[in-house]
C-alpha cells in the first residue's frame, strides 16, 4: 500500500483550538473556575487580536477578542457575538516545506504567503476553510 504521504515536513500536535469572542479575560474565567492555567491577556497587534491562553495538558485554548478598527475576527463576532470556534493550530517541523507541498496540492495560503510570527514567537501560516472541510487552519513551525 503506497502511504498518502512520505514527505519529510510531516503535521505534528494540535497545538491550540482558538476561540473568538468579544472578552477574551471573561471568556477565560471558567476554565480558571476548571482549574487550569489562564494566562494574562497578551496584545498581537501585527495579528489584530488580545489572546489569552488556557494551559490544558495535551493542548491549549486561544481566546483571541479583536483588538483594533480591522481586526481578523471583526466579521466573525457580527455573526457570532456569543463567541465560537475560529481556528485550529497544528505544529509542523518546517513550516515553509508544509506551504509549498500546499501549494503544490492547490491549497490556498491566506495573505501574501509568507508565514508571520505568531502568538508563540514563532512562524506561522493561515490556510482556506475551504480547503479543510470549512475550518481556518493555522500552521505553526514547532
Ligand atoms: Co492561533
Not at 492555567?37 to 494551559?55: N, R, W, Y
Amino acid at each position: 500500500m503506497t502511504p498518502v504521504s512520505t514527505h519529510a515536513s510531516s503535521l505534528g500536535r494540535l497545538n491550540h483550538v482558538a476561540i473568538a469572542v468579544l472578552d477574551a479575560v471573561k471568556a477565560a474565567r471558567i476554565y480558571g473556575a476548571l482549574g487550569a492555567k489562564v494566562s494574562a491577556p497578551v496584545p498581537l497587534p501585527e495579528h489584530g487580536v488580545i489572546t489569552v491562553f488556557v494551559d490544558l495538558p495535551n493542548t491549549k485554548i486561544e481566546f483571541i477578542e479583536p483588538l483594533g478598527d480591522s481586526s481578523p475576527i471583526a466579521k466573525f463576532l457580527e455573526r457570532s457575538p456569543d463567541g465560537g470556534i475560529h481556528h485550529l493550530c497544528y505544529e509542523v517541523t518546517d513550516i515553509l516545506a508544509a506551504r509549498d507541498r500546499l501549494v503544490q496540492e492547490g491549497a490556498r495560503i491566506l495573505g501574501d504567503g509568507e508565514p508571520r510570527i505568531g502568538a508563540h514567537g514563532k512562524p506561522v501560516l493561515f490556510l482556506h476553510p475551504k480547503d479543510f472541510s470549512g475550518a481556518l487552519i493555522e500552521l505553526e513551525q514547532a
